[in-house]
């Protein structure tokens, strides 16, 4: 896992676009013992703002992939066949374990994690800074680096992923889907610990797209809504509405409220890799059932953008644009509050499904629906979920992974006759298979 031995030090190196994953020149030498020992706040504070822009390298792979083969939006472009030909598994075709497509939001993903490790060893080496502060550090690069190997293990499914990538030249072997579960959230829990222990500011500072998280007490509610979605994966309710209860849920709140990766066109910055604008020959177009299967009045269909005239590409046709992020410089989340409010319903169908309809209704309702009619078993309320789900977070990254969780891959449209909806992506060629 070659790409482990790099990472990123310098503010130049670190705004660079998200197309570029050639290998970065290794950086040994006096640079990494700068950090090593003694690391000053202003050293550890490019660490920390380095995690803020790794957060967005690559990631738009990782939403295209995911919402491709969940069928959230097909790409069209006649640069690359393979977005509607083996991302889709058109006729005989599959997936390769070299592809750009899941190698690129996977190694991106470990890049953070590898920042993320510098930083841990940065904080434990130095003297520079006081126990408390260290907590501060810990508790960051902890919390997105649990993050970030969920990312990666959502691509990979029952392939499993490496935890343990601390020492790139011994990587820690892969370990399965659920005691990756179990190792993400176990890192959580050692977050938890630290931001407990963090006083009341952080010795360092976010972007503003953290705002509202850039404490240890509002980071932890972040930490504790990703522990939820962990333990959700897990099938483990209680643990789900317990971290719940510490998160940032608010039934009252704005759905869009949440931490999130900060982007900008401003000369040297990072513009937004998810917008493209509407109407053009290479576009983003939403899956006609998203459209087909839409409730009448549900006011999410402001999420795709009537074109001017269909497209078609490769035996596929589509009339809407994917429109969820409106300019080059909007916020892209981690996570938000609606989907804790989803979280929350499905939590509680099976234990309190008077508590899950309360949940489902203020989706429904918040997005000019009319409160909740249909049955109360646990069968239909998880249906009514899943189509939550599937408009409040379309586009996200969340419907091939919920789909595959329920066991409902086989209810997602197939469009062309061989068409195949995989259930992970390959293990990458240079990880050894």
Same mark, same amino acid.
């Given at each position: ?8 030090? !310098? ?6 676009? #998200? ?11 006096? #640079?990494?013992?700068?950090?090593? *020992?003694?690391?000053?706040? #202003?050293?550890? *504070? ?9 957060? %967005? ?5 990782? &939403? ?6 969940? %069928?959230?939006?097909?790409?069209? =472009? ?14 005989? !075709?599959?997936?390769?374990? /070299?592809?750009?497509?899941? /190698? ?5 993903? &470990? ?25 501060? &550090? ?17 691509? *990979? ?38 931001? *407990? ?7 360092? !500072? ?8 850039? =404490? ?30 510490? !998160? ?9 409220? @949440? ?16 917008? %493209? ?51 080059? /410089? ?42 909740? #009619? @249909? ?21 996200? +990254? ?8 329920? +066991?409902?891959? +086989? ?23």
């Amino acid at each position: 896992m070659r790409y482990l031995k790099y990472f990123v030090i !310098s503010a130049a190196i670190l705004l660079l676009a #998200s197309c570029n994953i050639d290998d970065l020149a290794n950086p040994n030498g006096s #640079s990494i013992e700068g950090f090593n *020992q003694n690391a000053s706040k #202003s050293e550890l *504070q490019t660490l920390v703002t380095g995690m803020e822009s790794l957060l %967005r390298q690559e990631i738009g792979f990782y &939403y295209d992939v995911t919402s491709i083969v969940g %069928r959230d939006y097909y790409f069209f =472009t006649g640069s690359d066949p393979r977005y509607t030909g083996e991302v889709l598994g058109k006729g005989e !075709s599959t997936l390769d374990n /070299n592809g750009f497509y899941g /190698n690129r939001p996977y190694y991106g993903r &470990y890049k953070t994690v590898k920042n993320a490790n510098v930083l841990i060893n940065a904080v434990n080496n130095t003297t520079l800074i006081t126990a408390e502060e260290a907590n501060g &550090y810990l508790g960051f690069a902890k919390t997105f680096q649990a993050y970030e190997l969920h990312l990666a293990l959502m691509l *990979q499914y029952q392939n499993g992923i490496r935890l343990d990538v601390a020492d790139p030249d011994n990587l820690g072997g892969f370990v399965t889907y659920d005691d990756a579960l179990a190792g993400i959230l176990n890192i959580l829990e050692e977050a938890k610990t630290n931001l *407990q222990a963090a006083g009341a500011e952080f010795p360092f !500072s976010l972007s503003a797209a953290m705002a509202g998280f850039d =404490t240890p007490a509002s980071f932890l509610k972040f930490n504790r809504g990703l522990a939820a979605r962990i333990a959700l994966y897990q099938g483990n309710k209680a643990e789900v509405k317990k971290f719940l209860t510490d !998160s940032f849920m608010d039934m009252a709140g704005d759905f869009g409220n @949440g931490p999130a990766r900060f982007y900008s066109t401003a000369g040297g910055d990072f513009a937004n890799n998810l917008f %493209r604008a509407p109407n053009q020959a290479d576009a983003i177009i939403a899956h006609p059932s998203f459209v087909n299967d839409m409730t009448p009045g549900d006011d999410r269909a402001s999420k795709v953008a009537l074109r001017d005239a269909p497209l078609s590409l490769d035996g596929l046709t589509g009339d809407y644009d994917v429109w969820v992020y409106k300019s080059l /410089n909007d916020f892209v989340p981690y996570m938000r509050n609606e989907e804790l409010i989803l979280i929350a319903a499905e939590a509680n169908v099976g234990s309190d499904n008077a508590a899950a309809v309360n949940a489902i209704n203020v989706i429904r309702t918040g997005h000019g629906l009319a409160a909740y #009619s @249909g049955g109360t078993s646990d069968a239909e309320l998880m249906d009514e979920i899943m189509y939550q789900r599937r408009y409040s977070l379309f586009g996200e +990254g969340h419907r091939w992974v919920d789909m595959r969780r329920w +066991g409902r891959l +086989g209810e997602l449209p197939i469009d062309r006759p061989g068409d195949d909806v995989w259930p992970n992506m390959p293990r990458p060629f240079s990880e050894g298979n």
